[in-house]
């Protein structure tokens, strides 16, 4: 299987050096289900649910540090990446706030790191039962195969933390998200935060219940770090990406290793998964502004 899950889990301890690196996203976040509430815009949908996604960050960073953490570092990774309500986030986490950053949605995580949370995270674009489904950039790109395999930002970003020797330890989201954290990454704690109906509908669980749960399972992964293993993927990777439109595939092959495979199929062979990851970049980028 090409996204083989390489049992390499470092025997860590929990210590007071642990740094905890989180990667939030809004789509899988308690109760949100439609665009209109998680697209940066002036209403009240949107300052609601920027306070769900803030509240998520700060359950896992109380939990973090009950646990021991030295650090937590908490990514935006939602949109234009300034969503969290700053002069709310706990005192003692650092944020990385805005766009463009090169690593995106996991700026700010080293081999430093003890763990990685993904929270808040969302099924790939045609996943079914799947809210808000999508696969990084819904006006670039159609669909995205890593050595073969459809795939959805979770295991493309787990490869990034897995270059760098760092385990995803948590994953929240809907129960479709979960349910490919646990073909990918079996060893996850994962905290479900709705069952995504359709697209535009699921049963939610309530935000209090959910903030508890993440706030529990954040102090659990760090008290048992050495249980989780970092992503491996073999290499070299083969990204395949089919866009949205034609002028994406015309623009992304104006990119240095970019190859034309099909009138709307581009692909790229990576040496590691940080080069595949900084490749997607600008395909998404260069995407946007073609
Ligand atoms: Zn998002």
Redesign the pocket.
Known sequence: MPLSAGRTARVVSPTRSSIVFVSI????CATLVHWDE?RPADGAEYRRARRIMTNEANAVIEGAFAAGAAAVIVND???AMRNLLLEEIDARAQVVSGRIKRDYMLQGLTSDCSVAFFI?Y?GAIGDAHAV?G?TYSPRVIYECRLNGDVVSELPINAAFAGHHGVPVALVSGDATTLAEARRVLPWALAVETKRSVGYYAADCRSPESVRAELRQMSERALRDVGAFAALRVETPLDMEIDTVKTIHADVACLIPGFERRGPRTIGYIASDAAAMYRALMTVIYSGASA
């Open positions: 996203d809004m789509e899988g998680v990774s939602h949109s808040g969302h808000m999508h």
